[in-house]
């Protein structure tokens, strides 16, 4: 890597790409096409918050169950189902909120916005600003007790908007005046 790409890449500011004038941002080698790989996290608060989702879920419904198993004339077998039932909700509501934490990843670069998701398969989207229809931010009440947003990037795809989950709130609101910008300013050149 050349020293002024490492340069460049160490104080945060763009470079370009030995082989080719492609930007790179913040030390984010870029895909063969230019497009940066998605390299930001979501905040660490998200983490808390999926924690708290999941066991808004599983607790009520393992103590249902519970509460069915505990009734004089309930069958016997809702005993052995609370006994399976109650590692795999508590295993669900504590690790599946790591496991989005590092798979989660977001970047917006130069000329488009990427995104990565999933659980048994990693959805990789990538959203030119020329695609981009609206951007939305959503605070839920939970995100909000958490200081987190999402940010929603709608184009006209079949696929559906790409959401970045887990943001802090501020972050999201420079995101979304970042990108307006930059579509707006794309629109005006006529491109």
């Known amino acids: 890597m050349p020293q002024q790409t490492r340069q460049a890449a160490r104080d945060g500011a763009e470079a370009t790409h030995p082989d080719a004038d492609v930007p790179v941002l913040a030390g984010v080698p870029p895909l063969s096409f230019g497009v940066p790989r998605p390299a930001r996290r979501p905040d660490r608060r998200a983490v808390h918050w999926w924690l708290t989702q999941n066991l808004l879920v599983v607790v009520p419904v393992l103590a249902a169950l519970a509460a069915a198993a505990l009734t004089p004339d309930a069958p016997s077998w809702l005993w052995a189902v609370f006994g399976v039932l109650c590692p795999v909700g508590a295993g669900y509501a504590l690790l599946t909120p790591w496991y989005r934490y590092r798979v ?88």
Request: charged share 25%.
């Open 104 to 191: 989660h990843r977001w970047e917006a670069g130069v000329d488009a916005v990427c995104a990565t998701s999933g659980w048994l398969t990693r959805e990789w989207r990538v959203v030119p600003f020329t695609r981009i229809q609206t951007l939305d931010t959503k605070r839920g009440p939970l995100m909000q007790l958490f200081g987190l947003s999402a940010v929603t990037v709608t184009t006209a795809s079949a696929a559906g908007p790409v959401t970045l989950v887990g943001l802090d709130r501020h972050l999201a609101e420079e995101l979304v005046r970042d990108l307006t910008e930059r579509v707006r300013a794309l629109r005006e050149d006529g491109t």
